[in-house]
T-cell receptor
Framework: GAGVSQSPSNKVTEKGKDVELRCDPISGHTALYWYRQSLGQGLEFLIYFQGNSAPDKSGLPSDRFSAERTGGSVSTLTIQRTQQEDSAVYLC?????????????FGQGTRLTVV | DAKTTQPPSMDCAEGRAANLPCNHSTISGNEYVYWYRQIHSQGPQYIIHGLKNNETNEMASLIITEDRKSSTLILPHATLRDTAVYYCIVRVYNTDKLIFGTGTRLQVFP
């Protein structure tokens, strides 16, 4: 595809359930990021993958959140035992290579609603 | 990462230049200044970036002060479609990590 693809676009789940959010980055992009945006707020960094390096997990808000990236391509963000405060838009981005001068391309996000 | 400070909101008349300021007084020599914008309900969009020199592309111009402690994004002829939240970010050399602040909400009016 031409851009970063995220699925599902919308997800409604019951409190306490686990959810998985998927991100398909642009082909060949080595860096992949996850952000969270609560209603009316800015983007909160969650996690960042770069090639085969260990991911930067410094933004994950709790141990209920985890992410993996298989084969250096598709990434899945998993939220266990969802809480109402997890309701937000989860955005994924990718960029072509490490270093300066590289822009990140964002997907349209997954809107998660925990009821 | 250096922190940035932006005004929470600005208005601009359609057709006029929009000048969006950003303070990054703790920026280091190897940190780049990036600008992104987010139009309602969409993912952020890259606009421009620079290190020391002023930069221009088809979307905007970026003016960085000589001491690099502040910068200004210029949209030369704002249109209604430029209404968005504009984020100024500093990014450490040789990393891809982008930390977004709260941004400036630009409202372009007819």
């Amino acid at each position: 595809g031409a851009g970063v693809s995220q699925s599902p676009s919308n997800k409604v789940t019951e409190k306490g359930k686990d959810v998985e959010l998927r991100c398909d980055p642009i082909s060949g992009h080595t860096a992949l990021y996850w952000y969270r945006q609560s209603l009316g707020q800015g983007l909160e960094f969650l996690i960042y993958f770069q090639g085969n390096s260990a991911p930067d997990k410094s933004g994950l808000p709790s141990d209920r959140f985890s992410a993996e990236r298989t084969g250096g391509s598709v990434s899945t963000l998993t939220i266990q035992r969802t809480q109402q405060e997890d309701s937000a838009v989860y955005l994924c981005a990718s960029s072509p290579h490490r270093g300066t001068g590289t822009e990140a391309f964002f997907g349209q996000g997954t809107r998660l609603t925990v009821v | 990462d250096a922190k940035t400070t932006q005004p929470p909101s600005m208005d601009c008349a359609e057709g006029r230049a929009a000048n969006l300021p950003c303070n990054h007084s703790t920026i280091s020599g190897n940190e780049y200044v990036y600008w992104y914008r987010q139009i309602h309900s969409q993912g952020p969009q890259y606009i421009i970036h620079g290190l020391k020199n002023n930069e221009t592309n088809e979307m905007a111009s970026l003016i960085i002060t000589e001491d690099r402690k502040s910068s200004t994004l210029i949209l030369p002829h704002a249109t209604l479609r430029d209404t968005a939240v504009y984020y100024c970010i500093v990014r450490v050399y040789n990393t891809d990590k982008l930390i977004f602040g709260t941004g400036t909400r630009l409202q372009v009016f007819p």
